[in-house]
């Protein structure tokens, strides 16, 4: 079975703290993606990855980046934490590019700025 | 998690029978529609998908319709069981110039009664 795994399952900030989300999937799959989930809104891409070192904005990227300097490897950052962050992040993860596959999600990671 | 079914729709079904959960999807140029199941405390997982050149596609337990004339899209869940309690949300999935944007349903929330 395909596992994604989030490292923190909780999370709680002070505004304007660097904070960082990791996300590891252990089946090889080429794209990566980091969703935010918030009450009333369905889910919204923020990053995705398609191999590593790679990157491409998704609909929110504004005060987020990425990295991904390993396959199995994708990181959430967000530079200055803001109140308006608080939210559930999700990754997830995929096989390959080109064509649709399906996207295998973690357990998430829920965020709170205070 | 917790918070993200506070706004949702309910549908409350008696253990045994079966449920309908529908959702209307915006493009009709989309090309594959999915379902996620997603439990308190949890990421979504996968149930089912169905092409936009078929109608109708049954898994275990599970028969997704898709009506492309209404735009509509529904999951049935035969027998239903307390595990089934859930939050249930769609996505549909749009090629663009050969990238693949998904774009997901708000939800929802499925209550089983013993």
């Known amino acids: 079975d395909v596992k994604v795994t989030q490292s923190s399952r909780y999370l709680v900030k002070r505004t304007g703290e660097k904070v960082f989300l990791e996300c590891v999937q252990d089946?090889?799959?080429?794209?990566m993606f980091w969703y935010r989930q918030d009450p009333g809104l369905g889910l919204r891409l923020i990053y995705f990855?398609?191999?590593?070192?790679?990157?491409e904005k998704g609909d929110i990227p504004e005060g987020y980046s990425v990295s991904r300097e390993k396959k199995e490897r994708f990181s959430l950052i967000l530079e200055s934490a803001s109140t308006n962050q608080t939210s559930m992040y999700l990754c997830?993860?995929?096989?390959?590019?080109?064509?649709?596959?399906?996207?295998?999600f973690g357990p998430g990671t829920r965020l709170t700025v205070l | 998690g917790e918070s993200v079914g506070l706004h949702l729709p309910t549908l409350s079904v008696q253990e045994g029978d079966n449920s309908i959960i529908n959702c209307a999807y915006s493009?009709?140029?989309?090309?594959?529609f999915i379902w996620y199941k997603q439990e308190s405390g949890k990421g979504p997982q996968f149930i089912i998908d169905?092409?936009?050149?078929?109608d109708k596609r049954q898994g275990q337990r599970v028969t997704v319709l898709l009506n492309k004339t209404v735009k509509h899209l529904s999951l049935q869940i035969a027998a239903t069981q307390p595990g089934d309690s859930a939050v249930y949300f769609c996505?549909?999935?749009?090629?663009?110039?050969?990238?693949?944007?998904?774009?997901f349903g708000t939800g929802t929330r499925l209550k089983v009664l013993a």
């Open positions: 169905i092409r936009s050149n078929m």
């Open positions: 089946m090889d799959h080429e794209n």
């Open positions: 990855s398609y191999d590593v070192k790679m990157k």
């Open positions: 997830a993860s995929s096989l390959f590019w080109g064509s649709y596959n399906e996207q295998f």
């Open positions: 996505a549909e999935v749009l090629t663009t110039s050969g990238t693949y944007k998904y774009i």
């Open positions: 493009n009709s140029a989309s090309d594959y």
